[in-house]
């Protein structure tokens, strides 16, 4: 007695397909308090860390940083004035940031969300003094990076006409608000780039697309970061077309201060809060 072969299964529509891989894409995405758990257990690691290693780890962030200013500048200077420019230099201005992040070098405006799980976890002194010694060594270390970048990049016809007068537009452009709409772009700034560090992650092999995409969106929305922009505004000050005055009063001051409310109110509201309880019922059952 012969058997028929049975007929082969029906392949499934496409669309059932992609429903099925985004399905499991998102089941195995990490949950957030193990999101929580590994940026926070990330962040104290940092905070043990030695002054001289952050340093160094600083120092070579604000260096790295300035090709974000660089590459802008060699791509802007290649095209012509149109509304449309920044579109294509923005590309540039992710350079620094793949390098800093997946190089994982100390950079400060991270810090404002891996440094700041530790001491709402823990809200204890010891780590609140921990966090702002952290944040003191990276800015100070940051910001001598990209002071000796911007030097190095002004020698005088080192880059061709075109990027010279790239580089001195795209640092005055970066000091052209005013005080406070200087400050609430900072925010959205430090709220994206905390935003990024939440969701790396999860995101596998997409890492260096997220880093992308995120970074893109601050530089076409023109929105300032204390790392990046200070490259900018110290090519200013080390080609003498601004005083120290401008680079702390107009820029220094109101980045930080947008910077670190953008990405700490990320931590506090929408990071740490959802999982508080979570954490709170595993620390009671210890």
Known sequence: MTHEPEPPEAEAPEG??????????????PEPVMIH??????????????????????FGAGLSMGFSFLMMAVIRGALPEAPWRILI????????????????????TESTLTAVLPVLTQRSMTSIAKMLRLWGVVVAA???????????????DLFHADVAQALSDIGHEAIQDPFW????????????????????????????????IIT???????????????????????????GLGDYFGHFFVPTFIGNVAGGTSLVALLNHAPVR??????KKKR
């Open 216 to 242: 893109y969106l601050v530089a076409i929305m023109h929105a300032s970061h204390l790392i990046a922009g200070s490259v900018e505004v110290s090519y200013l000050v080390v080609t003498g077309q601004i």
């Open 37 to 58: 758990d590994i940026i926070r257990e990330d962040g104290e690691r940092e905070l043990e860390r030695s002054i001289s290693a952050l340093s160094w780890s600083g």
């Open 277 to 282: 309880e979570e954490l709170d019922q595993a």
């Open 89 to 108: 230099t923005g590309f540039g201005y992710t350079t620094g940031f793949m390098i800093v992040v997946l190089g994982r070098q100390q950079l400060f």
């Open 181 to 212: 709409h200087m400050a609430l772009k900072s925010v959205l700034a430090g709220w994206l780039i905390a935003l990024m560090v939440w969701l790396l992650p999860s995101a596998g092999q997409s890492r260096l697309l997220l880093i992308l």
């Open 142 to 156: 940051n910001i001598v990076g990209t002071f000796i970048f911007a030097w190095v990049i002004s020698v005088p």
């Open 16 to 29: 059932e397909k992609l429903k099925d891989t985004f399905q499991t894409a998102i089941s195995s995405a």
